[in-house]
């Protein structure tokens, strides 16, 4: 990176089109494409008993309804785990429409297309589905009790049991002078873009090509899963992602059902199909994030400096595991943050609920973590009857401390090493912005106003993404020109309006435009 | 009466008179996406939380997707591919909170902009702009729409830059008269 990167406004090439109605997200796409749209399981964990489509046949309008029954070849069968981990030993996922159980609230289990949504949707209300209703776990304690099971052979409803330690934790525990033990919970967050998701898809039989849009994080891979799932070369299948309206993590899991459903739709009719997720569907059968039980155990010393850490972690993945493990292993490696542990332990439990799925948003799985390190400094502080600042302070990574290698193996399969840092100046820097030895006359001051102030410090650590978002290539069209292809699709990043100053002339690239 | 039965609505969008054929159970949205190619509003909620899908009809912002078309029936719609003009060389003249809207950063993925705009340009263009805009007018102009991306800082920001070039050009406009009155 140049300095000319840095305290320069740079604007984004996008903004032009943006704030005049022009984007291009995918429901501007496929003005006269038919209309998917879903039946999805009213139920949490139901097995089908019996799909009647005949009240629906007579709709005007109507082209096709799909069941599971309608599925074939690799289309039949479950949907692929995206990243497999050693220690996911009973991965778990659904298939593209229910075949016989339903294990969430959503799950798609019949399509419908017609000539447009609202038709769609009036077939789709008059299909009847008889259900035979199965006992449903919800939430981390439910789960561990196992009474009972989502997945009948998984029967302690445990996906995958992952554990890391830096020491030997108990012996320390139990040498320190101070321990304490608490238990937290952390409840689910829905994802919620302000677009939701959506597909659309062509079909040009002629070159027997697929030409799909959808709103998604992952282009590139959604291309890979499409033509395994159609059977097509990977070269008669073109992904594109067009302007997305936001992804907070739903949309980097793939395929979703519908990625895969609305191409193949569009192949057997010959004929444009498109759906666009509306906001009853995100909030019923989109992903989820955050929801965790923490058992935490802490040693220290008189000064409230730690000197063991235990926690243990009950994940909530939801009904499948289709993104393995990433987020829980964030939140184990992630969670000491700047802190200077001498011995930690996680411990992680990942189960199943028949809730939807579990993915990566905003953090992925960071913020658990560092709510987990940052309780556990306030109740040192509270039991040492020290300020809160300082309790932070004394356990901060010194600067000499570097190279910091904690011992743990980060979710890319790599050492955890942080390479340089200077976190007590950090810290001193925001003491001072935020005036802390002034905190509490201004929250005086504040309830007096009748405005209830909660000052709290959060000091989180993470490894930040590539810039500019994962670029892989550059392609070097000729001396004076170059094409650097963003690994991730544009969304909320801004990707566009670093291009113009990417590849950075440090790189000895020879450039003057990009696209 | 079925609600596949269609009845003709005759509207005036943007400026331009329109008459479409819809069924009379189209949402203004559906018909303003769909029937006219206006694709800048955009359909976050469908049941009137997020103000993505604000227009203005008659001036007034409203929800799109909480409207009918055939309420529109008579009435002059605004949507975002509406809220700039035309100059006499043809050239595209932004409203002030489009410009400020790109000059402060105050959107990402921008899908929930248009929303922003027509409801922020509805509240400046009704204002008196030569009184200083507070922070809670700001407030109350936000306040029904939802933005993920920004935390809203820039979006205030953008409110109070484009209520300021209100101000300035209607203090030119008021010291020299002849030059016209337009606020844009």
């Known amino acids: 990176m140049t300095t000319k990167l840095f305290g320069e406004p740079v604007r984004r090439r996008e903004d032009a089109r943006l704030i005049i109605g022009a984007g291009r997200y995918l429901d501007d796409i496929g003005a006269g494409a038919y209309a998917a749209a879903f039946v999805r399981s009213p139920y949490a964990h139901a097995r089908v008993v019996d799909i009647d489509v005949t009240p629906a046949l007579d709709v005007d309008g ?102 890391q330690e830096t020491g030997d934790v108990e012996a320390a525990l139990a040498a320190s002078a101070h321990t304490l033990s608490f238990t937290q919970y952390i409840e689910r967050i829905a994802s919620m873009p302000m677009e939701g998701k959506g597909v659309h898809a062509r079909w040009d039989a002629d070159d027997s090509a697929l030409r799909v849009h959808s709103s998604t994080q992952a282009s590139t891979s959604v291309r890979a899963a499409i033509a395994a799932k159609l059977e097509l070369s990977l070269e008669k299948v073109e992904v594109v992602a067009p302007d997305v309206g936001g992804g907070f993590g739903v949309k980097i899991v793939h395929p979703w059902p519908e990625e895969l459903l609305v191409p193949m739709a ?92 579990v993915t990566p948003y905003r953090g992925a799985g960071r913020p658990q973590g560092t709510f987990a390190m940052e309780r556990t400094m306030d109740r040192i502080a509270q039991e040492r009857g020290l300020d809160r600042l300082e309790v932070r302070r004394r356990n901060l990574i010194q600067n000499d401390q570097f190279p910091y290698d904690w011992g743990l193996t980060f979710q890319d399969g790599r050492p955890l090493v942080y390479d340089s840092g ?69 969304r909320a990043r801004a990707t566009r309006r670093c291009s113009p100053s990417w590849p950075p002339p440090s790189s000895g690239c020879p450039w003057r435009t990009s696209r | 009466m079925s609600t ?44 009137g939380v997020c103000g993505s899908c604000t227009v203005l009809v008659d001036g007034e912002p409203v929800r799109s997707c909480l409207v009918l078309a055939v309420q529109v029936d008579g009435a002059s719609v605004t949507t975002v591919e509406g809220l700039s003009r035309s100059d006499h060389s043809g050239g595209q003249v932004l409203h002030p909170i489009q410009e400020a809207f790109r000059e402060c950063h105050a959107l990402q993925c921008g899908f929930c902009t248009p929303g922003f705009l027509t409801t922020i340009a509805a509240g400046l263009d009704a204002r008196d702009p030569a009184v200083p805009i507070t922070d809670d007018e700001v407030e109350e102009l936000i306040g029904g729409n939802l933005c993920r991306c920004t935390g809203y800082a820039n979006i205030r920001k953008a409110c109070r830059h484009a209520a300021e070039q209100l101000r300035t050009r209607a203090e030119v406009a008021t010291s020299a008269p002849r030059d016209g009155g337009t606020t844009r």
Request: net charge negative.
């Open chain 1, 62 to 163: 109507l082209l096709a309804i799909y069941t599971y029954e309608d599925l074939t070849g690799p289309m039949a069968e479950p949907l692929p785990v995206l990243i497999p981990h050693p220690q996911l030993t009973s991965a778990r996922t659904g298939y593209t429409l229910v075949r016989d159980v339903a294990h969430h609230v959503g799950e798609a289990v019949v399509m419908v297309v017609a000539v447009d949504r609202y038709v769609a949707e009036d077939a789709a209300a008059l299909i009847a589905i008889t259900w035979d209703e199965l006992p449903v776990v919800v939430g981390v304690d439910a789960a561990e009790a196992a009474v009972h099971a989502v997945h009948p052979d998984v029967p302690d409803n445990v996906a995958a049991r992952h554990h």
């Open chain 1, 266 to 357: 569009a192949m057997k009719l010959g004929h444009e199909v498109k759906w666009v997720e509306d906001r009853r569907e995100h909030f019923i059968s989109s992903a989820h994030e955050r929801q965790q039980r923490q058992e935490i155990s802490v040693g220290y010393d008189d000064d409230g400096r730690i000197t063991a850490l235990d926690v243990l972690v009950w994940h909530d993945n939801g009904a499948y595991t289709n993104y393995g493990i990433i987020v829980p292993i964030n939140t184990a490696t992630q969670l000491c943050g700047p802190y200077d542990i001498p011995v930690y332990r996680a411990r992680v439990n990942s189960v199943y609920t028949n809730t939807v799925l």
């Open chain 1, 422 to 490: 200077n976190y007590p100046g950090l810290v001193d820097k925001l003491e001072a912005l935020v005036d802390w030895p002034g905190i509490e006359a201004r929250r005086a001051e504040a309830a007096v106003r009748g405005s209830c102030w909660a000052p709290a410090w959060r000091c989180t650590w993470r490894a930040p993404g590539r810039a500019p978002t994962r670029a892989r290539t550059w392609r070097c069209w000729a001396a004076a020109r170059s094409w650097c292809p963003p690994g991730s699709p544009r």
């Open chain 2, 4 to 47: 596949t039965t269609e009845r003709t609505v005759t509207v005036t969008v943007n400026g331009v008179p329109q008459q479409v054929s819809v069924p009379v159970r189209r949402l203004l949205s559906d018909a303003l996406r769909s029937d006219l190619g206006l694709t800048g509003t955009h359909t976050g909620c469908e049941h």
